[in-house]
Every structure is written in C-alpha cells, then in structure tokens.
C-alpha cells in the first residue's frame, strides 16, 4: 500500500524567505502526487499535480514541486513566502485506479513571520 | 461553476447517536469521496461512489455507510457514533475520464463534534 512521509510537523520561516516542504512518498508504480494546502477552518485547495512528463511542475499562487523518483521525493518550494502563506500543507499520493483514492501524509504547519 | 459544497458546517452529536452528512458534488463530477480529518492529521480516505455505487473503502468500520444519488450528490452515514469520531468530514469530487484519475476537489467539510 502507498503511504506518504511529511517529515516536518511544523516549520517557521520569515516573509521574504524561500521556503521548501518536504515530501516522501513510498508507491510501487508511478504516483500520481499532490500538494494541498488547508487554511484553518477550511476545506483543502489543489496547489499542483504529478501525473507524468515534465518533473517540476508549476501550481498557483507562487508554489512549483519536483519529482525526484530516484529519491521517492516530490517537495514543494516557493522562492518568496508571503504572510497569506501561513496554512497547512499536505502532500498525497493517488492509487492511479479507477478508485481514485487519496493517501495523504500528515502535514506541515507553515508560520509566517513578519 | 459551483464547486463542492457540504451541510451542515458544523453538527454536535451524542455517543451511540447516528449522524447524516451531506456533499453536493461539483458540475459535471460524477464520483465523490468521503474523508475523515481527525484533528492534526491528514484527512483518511473512507469510501468513493461512482455512478451510485460503493466503488472502493478505506480502514472503516460497516457503520460507515454512504449513498450517492442520480445528481451524484452523496450522503456519508455514521451508526452508534464514537467519541473518535470526532473530526472534520470532507467530500471531494472528482471529474469522469483518466486524465482526471485522482485529481480531486474538496468541499470546506463538516465539523462533528460527539460528546
């Protein structure tokens, strides 16, 4: 079964400064992978996708990930973080079945400051 | 274009009562997931349905049950509730055809509460 490590639980980081979140994933075939991000109280919203081709991929708001299979690895970087970046982030793996289940890890807490 | 919306926000429960969430999937998505959201963790894949039927479940016990409807909108039920069952219950739907595999969108969730 895949599963997904997100081995910082909370990281701090001041506006202005890059910012890269790590992901490692453990998936027998080709993953399809994801990063979310969850402000509090909310649902979670897509900031990119892996499905194939191009191994960076570039998401919204500011936020691009590499797919580094040699390393089981898909992190997600920003050159420049803003304060409105503070949030949860997670990074999941698909099933690439027709189940289209998700396996998340369990999350970075982003701060911000000032 | 809606996108996927969840009733109620929030809902305070009883252990041992039954609770009835509800997903309204976004046009044109024909497949919604449940998931569970236990607090500082990352959400937990319950079940999907597909075209009105179960079409695959995660680690959850038989009183999780849900239904999917002619419109796809879904129904994610919950028997003799926990006090684990507390959590924040996100519906995410998903777009028919394989270029969309897995590529999901989530709803703002349902906070449960079972006290």
């Known amino acids: 079964a895949q599963s997904v490590t997100q081995p910082d639980i909370h990281i701090t980081v001041s506006e202005g400064a890059s910012l890269e979140l790590r992901c490692n994933y453990s998936y027998g075939a080709t993953p399809y992978l994801f990063w979310y991000v969850q402000s509090p109280g909310q649902g979670l919203q897509l900031l990119l996708k892996y499905f194939s081709g191009d191994t960076l991929v570039q998401g919204i708001k500011g936020f691009e990930a590499e797919f580094k299979r040699s390393q089981s690895s898909f992190n997600l970087r920003k050159p420049s973080v803003h304060w409105s970046d503070a949030a949860e982030y997670f990074c999941?793996?698909?099933?690439?079945?027709?189940?289209?289940?998700?396996?998340f890890g369990s999350g970075t807490r982003l701060q911000v400051q000032p | 274009e809606t996108g996927v919306t969840q009733s109620p926000t929030h809902l305070i429960k009883t252990r041992g009562q039954q609770v009835t969430l509800r997903c309204s999937s976004q046009?044109?998505?024909?497949?919604v997931s449940w998931y569970q959201q236990a607090l500082g963790q990352g959400p937990q894949f319950i079940f999907q349905?597909?075209?009105?039927?179960?079409?695959g479940r995660g680690n959850f016990p038989p009183r999780f049950s849900g239904l999917q409807f002619p419109n796809y909108s879904s129904e994610l039920n919950v028997n003799a509730l926990e006090l684990d069952d507390s959590a924040l219950y996100l519906c995410a739907s998903s777009p028919s055809g394989s270029s969309s595999y897995n590529e999901q969108f989530f709803g703002p969730g349902t906070r449960l509460t079972v006290l």
């Open positions: 349905y597909y075209r009105e039927e179960e079409n």
């Open positions: 999941a793996v698909g099933d690439g079945t027709g189940r289209r289940a998700l396996t």
């Open positions: 046009s044109g998505h024909n497949t």
